[in-house]
């Protein structure tokens, strides 16, 4: 491992007292109900972590920040197996759910702890791999989080994330309820502190953390099969009317029952169209660190 020099050292001090101060201040805007697990565990890193792969070898430490149930971690501890994988999420309750997974497959370099990503039990240079998945997208402070995954992360490693961008996503045939959806989505989630288009503010946030060697690129989920559209709509319609999504939009005064409702069924409607078509696109960046 290289050795740090005295300014490093300095620095490393300085963010110790800020992490000793910062935490959360956003709102999880999805929370963990069955319509959001539903599609978190659907996610592997075949699909949501492609242009990580081939960073990855045996024998590498990776930290994966917001490990939800844990689906991409699992796969991630069998790439780099006999590497250590540590998955942290901010919520404890569903990492009960990421060990389940985890034992299902019989992997034992895996292990899971409640952090906040802005401020994380580790020492400096702990790990060769720091990884999120739409994560930056829901934090207080996405470059501070930066900042700390930089941290932990060895000399010669790479910090990546990936995060969605709803004002880019896309979708046919056009229906205004779901205008509507979006339009509600980016008030509820900038309320709740976060910010839902965080896709196309990711190599602007890298880069305010200090990271000089960020790769960007960009890759999609589309879903237009008939079981597509309606695990795609179903999902979305149940978490409008049911999660704590819809508890936080209308408590926060940005929408009615009544009118989740209307949204709710907007995109029953919608999954029913046999042309329907939808894609989300993802902006990414892998960070090197000196």
Known sequence: MEARTHTEGVASMTHAAERSTTRETAVYTHGHH???????????????????????????????VGCGPGTITADLAALVAPGRVTGVDSAGDVLDKARAT???????????????????????????????????QHVGDPVRALREMRRVCRPGGIVAARDSDYGAFAWYPERPGLDGWLDLYHRVARANGGEPDAGRRLFAWARRAGFTDIATTAGTWTFS?????????????????????????????????????????AWREWGAQEDAWFMVPHGEIVCRVS
């Not at 497959?105 to 580790?122: K, P």
């Not at 999902?235 to 409008?240: C, E, G, I, N, S």
Request: net charge negative; no cysteine.
């Open 34 to 64: 069955e319509s959001v697990l539903r599609s978190h565990t659907w996610r592997t890193a075949a699909n949501s972590a492609a242009y990580l792969l081939g960073e990855l070898r045996p024998g590498l430490d990776v930290l994966d």
């Open 102 to 136: 985890a034992a299902e497959r019989g992997l034992e370099n895996v292990t899971f702890a409640v952090a906040d990503v802005h401020s994380l039990d580790f020492p400096d240079d702990s790990f060769d791999v720091v990884h999120a998945h739409q994560v930056l």
């Open 225 to 265: 099969t008939p079981d597509e559209r309606a695990w795609w709509s179903g999902l979305w319609a149940d978490r409008t009317t049911a999660s704590s999504y819809a508890a936080l939009a209308v408590d926060g005064g940005h929408a009615t029952r009544a009118e989740l409702e209307e949204i709710h069924a």
